[in-house]
Structures are given as C-alpha cells and as structure tokens.
C-alpha cells in the first residue's frame, strides 16, 4: 500500500498569505494519479487538483498543483476567508488507493 | 445538476448488517466507476470500494474485504454497499462519490453529503 504523507498537519496563515502544503508518497505514484481535495467543517470534500496539476472544474486559479513521483505540492497563492479548511491528497494509480492523513489551514 | 443521495445508515449491533444506498442524478450513471469513501468520528478519509462503470472490476480496502460488497443498479442509477459482520471500528460517515472516469483509477469528482453508520451495543 502507498502511505501518503502531508506536512506540516497544521498551517497557520492569515487572509492573503500564501500556503504550500506537501504530500510524499512512500512509493512513485502511478502517471502522476495524484489529486486534492478540500474539506470545510459538517461538508463533503471537494476535488480541487487531478492529476497532480490539473484544477478541476469551478476551481479558482489561486489553486495549484506540481510534483511527481514521490513529491507532491498544493499550493494556495492567496488565502481567502473561505479556503481554511482541510487539505487531503489522494493517489489513486494504485490499489488500495489511499489519503493522506490531511494538512488544517487555520487562521492565525 | 449532479448529485449523490445517500441513505441506509443508522445504529447496528456489532456483528449486524447494513445496505447503504446512493441515488445518482443529472449524468448517464452507467458510464462512470462510482466509490464509497468513510470518515471515522474527528478522523481522515479512507477510502472503502470503488466499481467499474461496467461491473467487471470490484476493489476493497483489506480492512472490508470479504465483509463489505459494493454492487450497482444502472437501471436505477443507483450503488450500493452491502456491510456485514460490522464492527466497532465501522463506525463513521460513509460517503458516495462519483469518479471522473469509467475505470476505477480515477479520482472522484463529485461527492455526495454522507450517511452516518454506527455499530454500537
């Protein structure tokens, strides 16, 4: 099973700062199978990268994925009030797939 | 407008079983692998069972295999997850999730709100 690793678990940023959240893979992620999601408290996820880079539909450009292999990296350009959430990676090339255990972006 | 309707949870007896069920609507059902994902109480995703669009490939995290069955109904658009010898560590918010592809390697791109299983005595 591929173990998906995020750091930091908890990032405290204020509105407008930029967040970069990392998730390595214990073993190369199959073609880049790589996707995120958000998750806001008492909701459902929401897919926001696929594909390591490619921002699903509706996904504001503030969201961006890169990596390969074993590195992986979200990046939020800009913090607005309503991106503090949860971030989970996911890899989905192999089976079992797998979440990593999800990085918080709190408000500082 | 696409949506994931889920129901069938509730409270169960350890060793009890549960059919979950999710109503698909707004896309042609039939041509897309379909997964249920759980979240435990204050816990991460983990991901449960995915089904090809075709039926022909059925894949289980060990922590289900041979208790859980995923199955689906295009006729109805619907999937389902048939839990049996449920245990303690059950227990979470199952959610339905529609995958971006036919094929079973794909990431999931819409999800439906969840419903809560709990296996207590």
């Known amino acids: 099973e591929i173990v998906l690793t995020q750091s930091p678990g908890t990032l405290s940023l204020s509105p407008g700062e930029r967040a970069t959240l990392s998730c390595r893979a214990s073993?190369?992620?199959?073609?880049?199978?790589l996707a995120w999601y958000q998750q806001k408290p008492g909701q459902a996820p929401r897919l926001l990268i696929y594909g390591a880079s490619s921002r699903a539909t509706g996904i504001s450009d503030r969201f961006s994925g890169s990596g390969s292999g074993t590195d992986f990296t979200l990046i939020v350009s800009r913090l607005e009030p309503e991106d503090f959430a949860v971030y989970y990676c996911q890899q989905y090339g192999t089976s079992p797939q797998t979440f990593g255990q999800g990085t918080k972006v709190e408000i500082k | 407008e696409v949506q994931l309707v889920e129901s069938g949870g509730g409270l169960v007896q350890p060793g009890g079983s549960l059919r979950l069920s999710c109503a698909a609507s707004g896309f042609t059902f039939s041509n897309y692998a379909m997964t249920w994902v759980r979240q435990a109480p204050g816990k991460g995703l983990e991901w449960v069972s995915s089904f090809s669009s075709s039926g022909s490939s059925a894949y289980y995290a060990d922590s289900v295999k041979g208790r859980f069955t995923i199955s689906r109904d295009s006729s109805q658009s619907t999937l389902y997850l048939l839990m049996n010898s449920l245990r303690a560590e059950d227990t979470a918010l199952y959610y339905c999730?529609?995958?971006?592809?036919?094929?079973?390697?794909?990431?999931?791109?819409?999800w439906g709100k969840g419903t809560t299983v709990t296996v207590s005595s």
């Open positions: 999730a529609k995958n971006f592809a036919s094929g079973i390697y794909s990431n999931m791109d819409v």
């Open positions: 073993q190369s992620v199959s073609s880049s199978y």
